[in-house]
């Protein structure tokens, strides 16, 4: 671009010098044209929201049973919270129950089956070892797979 190319053009100051102050009505409106010329959206967005000011319409047909129905929704929603809460208390409980009878019952098991070796094998101490080891392993492999044995911070 040559400098009579840029003489053509508009400068920045140019634009942005008007002949009234800033706080004048003739300054706004020439602001408010501007904007209107650039972006004719945006000057209704503007006019609409200094319209909108009064409230949203459905406030003025509100009355008091819309009022009540809306307190009676809210108490039936508090209801079904505390029954859901409630539900899940007991859902937990009875997990925690079931979870007690699988782990006795799994000692019970391991109790009789080492009860048997012993009994079995008594006499036998070159077999007793490798099984009561292997039982031991067992043992230890489920309390493990439970995290019984990690450390609590």
């Given at each position: 671009m040559n400098d009579n190319d840029r003489k053509d053009l508009p400068t920045d100051r140019e634009e942005e010098a008007p002949d009234e102050a800033v706080g004048t009505p003739n300054a706004l409106q020439?602001?408010?044209?501007?904007?209107?010329?650039?972006?004719?959206?945006?000057?209704?967005?503007v006019m609409a929201m200094e319209m909108?000011?009064?409230?949203?319409p459905l406030h003025h047909k509100m009355n008091e049973e819309h009022i009540s129905k809306v307190l009676e929704l809210a108490a039936k929603h508090d209801e079904r919270q505390y029954d859901l809460h409630k539900k899940s208390q007991e859902n937990a409980h009875s997990e925690g129950n079931s979870n007690r009878r699988y782990c006795f019952a799994a000692f019970l098991v391991v109790?009789?089956?080492?009860?048997i070796v012993l009994f079995l094998f008594?006499?036998?101490?070159?077999?007793?070892?490798?099984?009561?080891?292997?039982?031991?392993?067992?043992v230890s492999g489920?309390?493990?797979g439970?995290?019984?044995?990690?450390?609590?911070?």
């Open positions: 020439n602001a408010v044209r501007k904007l209107a010329d650039k972006r004719p959206e945006k000057l209704i967005e909108s000011s009064v409230g949203n109790a009789t089956i080492t009860s008594k006499d036998k101490p070159d077999v007793l070892v490798p099984i009561l080891t292997g039982l031991g392993g067992l489920f309390l493990g439970w995290g019984l044995g990690r450390k609590h911070d």
